[in-house]
Nanobody
Framework: QVQLEESGGGLVQAGGSLRLSCAASGRTFSNRGMGWFRQAPGKEREFVASINWSGGMTRYADSVKGRFTISRDNAKDTLYLHMNSLKPEDTAVYYC????????????????WGQGTQVTVSS
């Protein structure tokens, strides 16, 4: 059974940092794209960042560009999201996604999803 398990969320003050991790089990995604999405209360799930299979290509939402960094360790089947200069508007449940051929920014292009981890940024 394929599982994606996020960790690292929590409560942080504005301007602070967090690192999210997503550990994959049940199969390897070392040859597939992986990504992060988030969903705030009352809003649709939105793209945050994605990375291709090798880690050599990345995409970011404009709202996080320059503050967030996505990376992966294929030897550990783990995806990361380093979040700096956090803002209250970054508050959301963050979801790990896997198995996109094109490290897409579109929700429906992803086959596997984690359960999510809450990130709350206080002002």
């Amino acid at each position: 059974q394929v599982q994606l398990e996020e960790s690292g969320g929590g409560l942080v003050q504005a301007g602070g940092s967090l690192r999210l991790s997503c550990a994959a089990s049940g199969r390897t995604f070392s040859n597939r794209g992986m990504g992060w999405f988030r969903q705030a209360p009352g809003k649709e799930r939105e793209f945050v960042a994605s990375i291709n299979w090798s880690g050599g290509m990345t995409r970011y939402a404009d709202s996080v560009k320059g503050r967030f960094t996505i990376s992966r360790d294929n030897a550990k089947d783990t995806l990361y999201l380093h979040m700096n200069s956090l803002k209250p508007e970054d508050t959301a449940v963050y979801y790990c996604a896997a198995d996109s051929k094109t490290y897409s920014i579109v929700v429906r292009d992803w086959a596997y999803w984690g359960q999510g981890t809450q990130v709350t940024v206080s002002s």
